[in-house]
């Protein structure tokens, strides 16, 4: 079952900015800066883009130095992953049931 909580969060992955951000971040953790230089818009953009990433459950950050150092949030990529083996889980029985029924035909 999609909660609202969790359709905003797929909202949030919309954004295709935002996959490059985490696709980045399912690397490594990066900072603003890196992320910026990797892709094609502003480091304002790029922090922007992080704080909605955050307020979804994403993306966490820590503090080194003057710098932020962002990551993703296991337990958020967790319950994205759930969610599509959900999904993915009911759209095979539902393909099972099919070929079942065809078979009994």
Known sequence: MVTNQSAEVWATLSD???RAIVLRLAER???VR??????PISRPAVSQHLKVLKD???VEE????TRRIYHLNEAGVVALRDQLDAFWNR???GFQ????REEHR
């Open 16 to 18: 295709s900015s935002r």
């Open 29 to 31: 953790p990066h900072a």
């Open 34 to 39: 890196e992320l910026a230089d990797a892709l």
């Open 56 to 58: 979804a459950g994403l």
């Open 62 to 65: 820590e503090a080194a130095g």
């Open 91 to 93: 759209a095979l029985r």
């Open 97 to 100: 049931d099919l070929t079942d």
